[in-house]
Every structure is written in structure tokens, then in C-alpha cells.
């Protein structure tokens, strides 16, 4: 194979796309020293300024997010809405920004930002595409950073959305502008007015216009527990079938016209270009519908043998330009499944003859399909950690029903508006077929649901599944070979066994909940959970996001009723709890035990020990002051945790606290309420751990509390800054802490950067 320059401009933009997020300090002097060696190769020239035009795109969406100097600053923007969703308490905007200035001068310049993300409560006769002036509080791009959860900061970045916030009421919202000429807005108002049920419209807007916002929430849930939501993006598929279709059309034409020279003729191949052009611009071009564009326009190049590159060649020119266009691009989960499956597609049909007949095209269909479910699963796996088992079955009846069938019928649909009764009977049957498809999903959904494999299986499963689709695909290799390395692969799999927590230790996690606190303990064989985080005002609990349904822990500790600690506690419904522990008086919404100091327990050898409430009545204290404080203790090591009581109450149980201590959880996150002078002076904690959230309104941690702990010479982290802190304690080599996001501020100074320390 030929490599060209196709293969060298791809990494060149992955390359290019890589350095701009690392932002390194000396980029540009990098890549002058480079140019001083290009003379080397002719084609570096250009494979240089493809680097640069890469990382200078990253940079710029870099350098666009909003200042954090601003965060939660009134603001006065005025752009157009790209998408709105109407979430009945509140509407979702994406608002596309041409101007920002700050209402209060002198601040910081938002010129630069160009895409915000925005929550409105007080909903306005808002409609896609129109312009408007809105006074908008925003925040730095940023979610929670846990492990093995999703990542809703990455997700900002990768979508190119430089803040999020909301729409204030005042100063007041000003329409300045209706919505511009869109062609896919003119064909979504005519569907809407269409004697068709909603049903119908959800699907034929998002499977022939790419309108997939108009799909509702459990039309999602279905295709995700099926594994076919890549039915409802316009994909390759989709943008490949009208090329393939307007192409076969076009050379029919050029038959009819010029049947001695039909086969040499080059219009029909323009036509069929301009035609997926045209469709991924109906579709809104959206970075999905761009993607598919290209890919389909260098696939009919390269089929049409003039002057064409090579299949793979191909292949690395699409990724190229995709990368090239939209650097962010290289972060989207989308774009990779897409190359993967077309690269396993060459692979399949490379030096495979072309199928005969029906019953041909009917095996070569099921041949592709069960060779690309193992890699296109490995892939999901890796992207979102679940799982879909009855994806591929579903896909053998669910993709030819949808591309041969539900596709075709909703365009000839739309190419026949002009004559309304044909136009209404392709929809009616798209609209019969579109039942079936959701009656074949949820029976398919519900016969075997999906699944979300535990954090340390996903990973050798991933490569499980994609080894056996190469070994399968590959063409040369023994059936034999074949068979026997799918059946060793499958039974490695099995046999692996998840990390154990050795006798005698326990593992440790202070989770990036936001403004609140939730906190795992794992032992050799038991499993606690010391408060369960917030519930936010939209009813979301980030308790959700942390594990698949059907968890087990021995039991679950709600220091007090706030919703900032005891907010999640409905999410625990979807898992096992044995037991629930709260102070007297206390309403978590569940049945539970008290909480008492002097109670305890031990578990693997690790010691669990109630220092807070006292046993007597708790009338006297407010709900703050009534928190469990808890004692853990395994070997040398031990972790204070004293919930949101105050000043008096720490002075109350400080002296049963056995020294030296190695962590405390900052009490009220903290407020300067908590960790008192002489709690800190008498604890002096190696490590300080305060759960808050990013910008909170409350300034936690405060100022005084932080130097207190300083002067102390504790070592100070914050789930704010550092996401998930995880710490091993009772281990004899030496207590491990850990942070999710690694950056300079993790810890303070000196020793605080150090992974390990001696008891």
C-alpha cells in the first residue's frame, strides 16, 4: 500500500490538535524550528501548517472559555439561539454569542467567547434561530470530575461550549432579530402542520432532517438500552444513502441520454456530490452531519476510479479533513466510531467478490454486521461503559429496515410535498414501519436490558470484543486460529478478577459532588457510604452518575438532613442499602438507626467509631450541630470525618481523638463555622480535605480556615479544584492519596505533592 500524504497530513492534524491542549509554553518556538526543517521533504511545508492551523483552533476555543474573573458576573450578550428544549419548569438553550460586555465596568473582556450553554426559568416566546439580547450569569466551562463517570467538563470542551449559566429577568431580554432563512426550519414547520401522529414526526424529523433534539427522553432510553441510537444521527449511512440513491438515478439518466458513453460519463458522480452536500446542509451541518459529508464525498472519489487515491488513502484524507475542520472533533467519542466501523468495513470487503443475487446481498449483510458488532461494542464500551447485548442482533433487523426501507420512504416523502397525497402515503408507511421499529426495540430492550459492566471490567472487555473482530475480519487467517483464539480470549475474560482491598486496609473516596459531601468506604469485604451528596433545584443528584443500578452497601451514614448531605438519598432506591444511620430527629426519607458516640464497629480489621451525637436528647442542637462524627482507624492510620458540626461541638469530642491523625474532612466544607483554632492546633492533620463546589456562593473554603490549616502544616485539598480525592489507609508501606485532576495547585507546597508518606 501507497502511504502518499494523506496519511501524514491525518497525523499531522491529530498531532496539531494534541499540542494546542497541551498548551505548552514554547509551542510557537517549536514549530518555527520545525519550519527550518522542512527543506528536508518537500511536503513538510504543508504538513507543518496543517499542525499549526489545528493547534491554533485548539487554542483560540481554549483562549474563548470565559475568564474565570467573570464567573457569576451580570453580563449583556447578544448572538442567535442555535437549539432550544423545553424542559416545562425551564427551557435549555445553545446560544451562539456575537457580542458580551460586562454590566459593570471595569471587568474583565468576554469578546472572545463564542458558545454558551444556558438554563432559563422565566420562558420567553423563544424560537431556533432567532436573535436576541440576554442578560446572563455565567461560569467557567467545568463539571464533576470522578472516576470511571462521566465527564460533563470534557463534554463542554469537546462541544465548544466556553460557558454555561443562566438568563436573568433584568436587565430585561431583547428580541433584536427573527429567525433566519433556514431550510430545515421551513421543513420542520411543515411537518408540524401534517396530519401525522407526534410520533411519527419525532422520527421522520430526526431520521431525514437530523433533527434529533425532537426525539423525547424515552425515545433516547430506548435506543440506548437497544444499542441503535447511531440510527437516529445523520451519519454516514444516512448522507451514503441519498449519494448512493441521487448517483444511481443520475447514471440511469445518463444511460437513457448517452447510451454508447454512459459508463465514462463524470456529471452523475458531480450530482451525486452535490447531493450529499446539499443533505448535510438540510441537516443543519452540525459536526455529525459534516463528518458524514466528507467521508461520503471522499468515498465516491475514491469509487470512482478517476484519479482516485487508493481505499485507504481514502480513509486517511476523510480523517485528515475531519480533524483538520473541526479539531475538537478528535475528542468526540462520534468520530472515532465512525472510522473504526469504516475501517473495519475495508477490511471485511477487501479482496471479497461481489455479491450475486438476493441471497448474496443477504449473507454479505449478515457477514458484515456480525463481524463489525464485536468492534463497534468494544468501542461503546470504551466511550460510554455500557453495553447493549442484544445490539447486534437487534442492528441485523433494525439497520436494512431503517436504511433500506424508513430512509428511503421519508426523502421520497419529502421530493413528493408537491403532490400531497403521494407525500402522505410514503409517510403513512414510514409511519407503520417506525411502529414496528419501536415495538421491535422494546421488546428487544426489555427481553435483555442493557448493561454497565463494572469499572475494572470494561477495559478487558473492550479489548476482548476488538481482538475478536480483527481476528475475524483479517483476511488470510486460519479458521482454525480463528476459533481457537476467540475461545481463549473469552475464557481470559472470565477469569480475570476484580482489585482487592487487603485485611486490614480500607479505600477511601471523597467524590466531586459539588456543594455537598458524599464519601465511599471500602473495606476487604464491606462497603459505607458517609452522606450522599446534593439534590439541585432541577431535581438532579449527582449520587446518579456515580454507579450502575444495584450496588450493595452495609450501610449508608447521612451525617444530617441538609440536601447538600442528604440529597441523594432517593437515588439509593435503584441499589441495595442494609442499613441507614442519621441523628435522632433527623428526616432523611428513609427508616434509620441512630447514630450515637461510643457506637462502633470493625470490619476486615478496620475500626468504625461514632464520636458525635451524645445520647442524650439533641433538642438543644441545631441540625448542623447534631452530624455523625465519625472515627475510622486502620493500622497507624487514622480519618476524622465531623459532618457540618460547629466550633462547640468539636470542642466536646476533641479529646477523644486519638493522635497522631492523618485526615480530616473539613467540617461545613469549610465554613468558617468549623475547624476551629483549637481543633486544628490540637489535631494537626497531614492532610485537610474540603468538599465544595467550584465557585460556590458561599466562598467555602473560607479564607481564615484555609490559612489555619497552613499554619498547622496540613497538606489541603479540594474537591473543587482537584475532583475526586482517593486515599488507602492501614496499608504498611504507607498511606497512597491520590487526586482525579492533576494539575499545579493539587495540595499546597512542599510534601502535598507526594504520593506516598511513612506513618
Not at 105 to 116: F, G, K, Y
Request: some cysteine; charged content about 15%.
Amino acid at each position: 500500500m501507497r502511504v502518499g500524504l494523506a496519511m501524514p497530513l491525518a497525523v499531522a492534524a491529530l498531532m496539531g490538535a494534541g499540542l494546542g491542549s497541551l498548551s505548552l509554553p514554547g509551542l510557537f518556538d517549536i514549530w518555527a524550528l520545525a519550519l527550518l526543517f522542512a527543506i528536508w521533504w518537500r511536503h513538510a511545508l504543508l504538513v507543518l501548517l496543517v499542525v499549526a492551523m489545528a493547534a491554533g483552533q485548539v487554542l483560540w476555543a481554549s483562549q474563548a472559555q470565559l475568564p474565570p474573573g467573570l464567573s457569576g458576573v451580570d453580563l449583556r450578550i447578544e448572538g442567535s439561539i442555535v437549539s432550544l428544549v423545553d424542559e416545562g419548569e425551564r427551557a435549555r438553550l445553545l446560544f451562539d454569542v456575537d457580542a458580551c460586555r460586562p454590566l459593570e465596568s471595569p471587568r474583565l473582556s468576554c469578546d472572545r467567547l463564542r458558545r454558551v450553554r444556558l438554563s432559563a426559568y422565566a420562558v420567553e416566546d423563544w424560537q431556533a434561530g432567532e436573535r436576541w439580547a440576554l442578560s446572563v450569569r455565567l461560569r467557567p466551562p467545568r463539571g464533576f470530575l470522578n472516576p470511571n463517570a462521566f465527564d460533563y467538563g470534557a463534554w463542554l470542551w469537546r462541544e465548544g461550549i466556553d460557558a454555561t449559566g443562566y438568563v436573568r429577568t433584568e436587565p430585561p431580554s431583547v428580541r433584536l432579530a427573527g429567525p433566519r432563512f433556514s431550510l430545515q426550519r421551513v421543513a420542520l414547520a411543515y411537518l408540524d402542520e401534517q396530519p401525522l401522529d407526534e410520533s411519527t414526526r419525532r422520527w421522520l424529523a430526526a431520521l431525514t432532517l437530523g433533527a434529533s433534539e425532537r426525539l423525547d427522553s424515552d425515545d433516547w432510553e430506548l435506543l440506548n438500552a437497544s444499542g441503535t441510537t447511531h440510527l437516529m444521527v445523520i451519519s454516514g449511512l444516512h448522507v451514503g444513502l441519498v449519494a448512493t440513491f441521487v448517483l444511481l438515478l443520475a447514471r440511469a439518466a445518463a444511460r437513457l441520454v448517452t447510451p454508447g458513453r454512459w459508463r465514462m460519463a463524470v456529471w452523475p458522480w458531480w450530482v451525486a456530490a452535490g447531493a450529499s452536500v446539499a443533505y448535510a446542509c438540510l441537516a443543519g451541518l452540525e459536526p455529525p452531519a459534516m463528518r458524514a459529508m466528507i467521508m461520503t464525498l471522499i468515498g465516491l472519489w475514491v469509487a470512482s476510479g478517476r484519479h482516485a487515491p487508493g481505499v485507504w488513502q481514502g480513509w486517511w484524507l476523510a480523517l485528515a479533513l475531519v480533524v483538520a475542520s473541526e479539531p475538537l472533533s478528535a475528542w468526540r467519542p462520534g468520530l472515532w466510531l465512525s472510522f473504526v466501523a469504516v475501517a473495519l468495513l475495508i477490511l471485511i470487503w477487501q479482496r471479497c467478490e461481489r455479491p450475486r443475487g438476493v441471497w448474496g446481498w443477504c449473507w454479505a449483510l449478515l457477514r458484515t454486521q456480525g463481524l463489525l458488532a464485536p468492534l463497534m461494542a468494544a468501542a461503546v464500551l470504551l466511550a460510554f461503559e455500557r453495553l447493549a447485548p442484544v445490539a447486534p442482533l437487534v442492528n441485523l433487523l433494525a439497520v436494512p429496515l431503517v436504511s433500506i426501507l424508513m430512509v428511503p420512504l421519508g426523502l421520497l416523502g419529502w421530493l413528493l410535498v408537491g403532490v400531497p397525497p403521494l407525500a402522505q402515503g410514503s409517510w403513512q408507511l414510514f409511519a407503520w414501519l417506525a411502529d414496528a421499529l419501536v415495538a421491535l426495540l422494546s421488546h428487544a430492550a426489555s427481553w435483555w436490558p442493557v448493561w454497565e459492566p463494572v469499572y475494572w471490567r470494561v477495559l478487558p472487555l473492550a479489548w476482548m470484543l476488538g481482538i475478536i473482530a480483527l481476528l475475524w475480519a483479517l483476511p488470510g487467517l486460519a479458521r482454525a486460529l480463528r476459533m481457537v483464539g476467540t475461545v481463549l480470549l473469552v475464557a481470559l475474560v472470565l477469569v480475570i478478577v476484580p482489585p482487592a482491598t487487603t485485611s486490614g486496609t480500607v479505600r477511601v473516596r471523597v467524590y466531586d459532588v459539588g456543594q455537598g459531601q458524599l464519601m465511599e468506604f471500602r473495606t476487604a469485604t464491606h462497603r459505607l457510604l458517609y452522606d450522599t451528596g446534593p439534590r439541585f433545584r432541577s431535581g438532579f443528584m449527582p449520587l446518579s452518575t456515580l454507579w450502575p443500578s444495584g450496588q450493595t452497601f452495609d450501610r449508608v451514614i447521612v451525617s444530617h438532613a441538609d440536601l447538600d448531605h442528604a440529597g441523594g438519598v432517593p437515588s439509593l432506591t435503584e441499589h441495595h442499602v442494609a442499613r441507614y444511620l442519621a441523628p435522632v430527629g433527623e428526616d432523611i426519607g428513609v427508616p434509620f438507626s441512630a447514630c450515637r458516640a461510643g457506637d462502633g464497629w470493625r470490619w476486615d480489621g478496620v475500626d468504625f467509631r461514632f464520636l458525635w451525637p451524645p445520647r442524650s436528647d439533641l433538642g438543644e442542637w441545631s441540625s448542623n450541630d447534631r452530624s455523625c462524627v465519625l472515627l475510622v482507624e486502620a493500622g497507624e492510620h487514622r480519618m476524622l470525618v465531623t459532618g457540618d458540626v460547629g466550633r462547640d461541638v468539636e470542642r466536646r469530642f476533641l479529646r477523644q481523638v486519638p493522635l497522631p491523625l492523618q485526615v480530616l474532612v473539613a467540617g461545613h466544607h469549610g465554613s468558617r463555622s468549623s475547624s476551629g483554632p483549637q481543633m486544628v492546633t490540637a489535631l494537626a492533620p497531614r492532610y485537610a480535605i474540603f468538599s465544595t463546589g467550584h465557585d460556590n456562593a458561599f466562598g467555602h473554603p473560607h479564607d481564615e480556615v484555609v490559612r489555619r490549616f497552613r499554619r498547622g502544616q496540613s497538606c489541603l485539598w479540594n474537591t473543587a479544584l482537584d475532583g475526586a480525592v482517593t486515599l488507602r489507609l492501614g496499608d504498611a508501606a504507607g498511606m497512597a492519596i491520590a487526586a482525579m485532576r492533576e494539575r499545579p495547585g493539587s495540595g499546597v507546597e512542599g510534601f502535598c505533592h507526594e504520593v506516598k508518606l511513612q506513618p
